[in-house]
């Protein structure tokens, strides 16, 4: 497949994380954490979505796993090859082992998750040197108003003022 770079690089990051935020924005005035995700090919956005935890009452539903599964049913195939999958925050492990299992090709991500993080903060799932696949990652892209969000949300649920 031919991919025009003018739908690649550093502005169309920003642009398909943009997308993601407003995902992240929408699923935390459903009452859920606010992360978003994004599956891109070729510059197209093939799937989105925002954290669906509660909504579901499934643990598994989180923002990234929500967007592989509908992202393999828009490309027809388990195999990712060729998508780009942007997410708000850090994917913990599970999301990072999917990802790696549906072989992106490419992972974007604004906040670090100090926590949960599976990518570089906590378990390296995504970078493991043993994993059979190792898509590149691009980090902090939106990390400060992604992270932001996280805090606002998290200092709602606790009654307290945000930091920062």
Request: net charge positive; charged share 25%; hydrophobic share 45%.
């Amino acid at each position: 497949m031919q991919i025009d770079p003018e739908l690649t690089g550093p502005d169309a990051d920003l642009r398909h994380m943009a997308h993601a935020l407003r995902l992240a924005r929408r699923a935390a005035a459903r009452g859920e954490v606010p992360v978003g995700a994004v599956a891109v090919v070729g510059g197209r956005v093939v799937a989105a979505a925002g954290n669906r935890v509660e909504a579901d009452r499934d643990a598994t539903q989180h923002a990234e796993m929500v967007v592989l599964r509908r992202a393999a049913r828009a490309i027809g195939s388990w195999r990712l090859i060729g998508v780009t999958l942007y997410a708000t925050l850090e994917p913990c492990p599970m999301c990072a082992g999917a990802a790696v299992l549906a072989r992106i090709d490419r992972l974007v991500y604004g906040a670090d998750d100090p926590r949960w993080g599976g990518v570089h903060s906590v378990l390296p799932v995504l970078t493991d040197p043993g994993a059979n696949h190792r898509p590149p990652v691009v980090s902090g892209v939106l990390a400060d108003p992604a992270a932001r969000l996280l805090r606002s949300f998290f200092a709602d649920r606790r009654g307290a003022r945000p930091i920062g």
